[in-house]
């Protein structure tokens, strides 16, 4: 399992954008062409929901507070 990196300012914005872009992909005119670009929305939707962005733990980036017993 992954480790938990993300704040909830982090995955509720993420959240919120995905939720967008994938109910844009469905409201969208299916001739256009940028409609496949707007599945992108299933990363930031996934991500908010595993609260674990494997792209911050490769660069070792945490948008998660730390608790009080590992600040000591």
Not at 36 to 64: D, N, V
């Amino acid at each position: 399992m992954l480790k938990k990196n993300m704040g909830n300012a982090d995955r509720a914005l993420r959240f919120v954008l995905g939720a967008v872009l994938l109910v844009a992909y469905f409201m969208v005119d299916k001739e256009a062409g940028y409609r496949p670009w707007l599945l992108i929305g299933i990363i930031p939707l996934a991500t908010s929901l595993m609260g674990s962005c494997p792209l911050y733990s490769i660069l070792g980036f945490s948008t998660c507070p730390l608790k009080d017993s590992e600040s000591k």
